[in-house]
């Protein structure tokens, strides 16, 4: 029998708690023992307060109980991103947890939406989609497990306060047996022979060894990066914005069930409803903009009174060249960095750990397992780079430089394909492994402005006058389902209350 791994996670915070939570939670004792270290000294990022709606599969792997969570996080539901001004000034659409109407005749809905559309019907093609509609009336409910019906085309994901995050996972994991240590690392010693991870020294003089280190020191990277020097590979030329403004707000009675993205002079702004405040931030490119300037056009773009002075991040976007080096392996921002865009920080760190989880070793660690366990983070940070990649480069907007500069750059190989095949012929990708389905792809694609010059022939085959039926008769149910649902803020209310929530009578004006 193999002795229980000793797995040192350097670094708290999100990434840090999500790493140890998953270890604690799904592995026995005498698989591994887990210690974290560090330091209340050292400040966390977080302020990634929404996800996807792979959160849920995480959370139920590990057995987190989903009202609990929201109610001591500040939870509230997010069916959607709402992106204003992208494609040009004054447009707006959504990218939906969810499908575009149905298939018929085992045709993609969108191909029978381009037919009808070249036909001369007019069809708005995010009527059909039951989150979007659920969005722009700020309802919510659970979708259905019956997967004939319309209200069972959609998912979910939240929006919740990352540090109350963290400090739940905290809880979760020490009561499942990870040992907390504070303090900071001051030193990382290597094993002369091996080259691995040895031990890292705390300030204390205290020296602790590992079999398995996670880096989750965000983006100092104190192991993968200063100890192992493993290669950071950088996609600045693709997406140029390397700040971030934040600072939360007063909550608005504009409580919406879905994360806004607004598209400003040199960069974006986010805007994230929780239970007793709204979070705000303007992502942008230093090179387009003076942070002094940026940081204005955040405060005068709130909707509530600002609760603290905004705080600035400074990143790269970009990925190490193997997460996973030797016996060390980046979780996190450690690992790289894609701006909060599509709201995929989270659900990084979480492919990464089930990744681990599935490759996790024995005492002596398996090249091939970390081959692979490399490969596939890769692929996960190359397929969302392209998807945030398209919002900047799909857009018409002559206002500003940085738009100009996406609209003309050249892009990846592997984002071009796509483009294309969407332009001829309404084509979407299809992943087997990946985050995006093509209905996150069709969403943006068609948001920004981009229209089919075809579609797919076998739509033809549907006699237009029966598609019309069908698609007049899908829209009357999704329009008269959702009217049926409550609002996103009598559900929480009932669902997952928070003791810090601040009700709507009480909130701030919208400005």
Known sequence: MDKPLRVVIVGGGTSGWMTAAALTGTLKPNICRVRLIESDEIGIVGVGEATLPQ?????????????????????????AIQFRDWGFKGSEYYHPFGKHGQPLGGIGFHHHWLRARQAGRAYDLEDFSYAVVASRRQKFEFPVSDLKAINSTYSYAYHFDASLYAKYLRGFSEQ??????EGRVVDVTLDPLSGDVASVTMDSGEVITGDLFIDCSGFRALLIGKALNSPFESWNKWLPCDRAWAVP????????????????????????????????????????IEEDKARETLMAN????????PRLLRFE?????????????????????????????????????MALLRFFPRQKIDPVLVAEFNRRVDNEYDRIRDFLILHYHLNTRDDAEIWRYCRNMSVPDSLAEKIEMFRHRGHLPAYKDGLFSPA????????????????????????????????????????????????????????????????????????
């Open 55 to 79: 959160m849920r599969e995480y959370n139920e792997a590990i057995g987190i109980i989903e009202p609990e969570m929201m109610a001591r996080t500040n939870g509230t539901f997010k069916l």
């Open 176 to 181: 499942r047996g990870a040992v907390r240590t």
């Open 249 to 288: 707000c007063d909550r608005s009675p504009d409580f919406t069930p879905y994360t806004r993205s607004t598209a400003r002079e040199a960069g974006w702004q986010w805007r994230i409803p929780l239970q007793h405040r709204t979070g705000n931030g303007y992502v942008f490119s230093s090179g387009f």
């Open 302 to 309: 709130l909707d509530g009174a600002a609760q603290q002075d």
């Open 317 to 353: 976007a970009g990925r190490r060249t193997a997460s996973w080096t030797r016996n060390c392996v980046a979780i996190g921002l450690a690992s790289g960095f894609l701006e909060p865009l599509e709201s995929t920080s989270i659900y990084l760190v979480q492919a990464a750990v």
């Open 440 to 511: 996150s792809w069709l969403s943006v694609l068609h948001g920004q402005g981009l229209v089919p010059r075809g579609y797919e022939r076998l739509a033809d085959n549907l006699e237009f006058d029966d598609l019309v039926h069908r698609m007049d008769e899908l829209h009357g149910k999704i329009d008269a389902r959702v009217d049926a649902m409550p609002s996103h803020d009598a559900f929480i209310r009932d669902y997952c209350p928070s003791p810090e929530a601040v009700p709507l009578e009480r909130a701030g004006a919208v400005a």
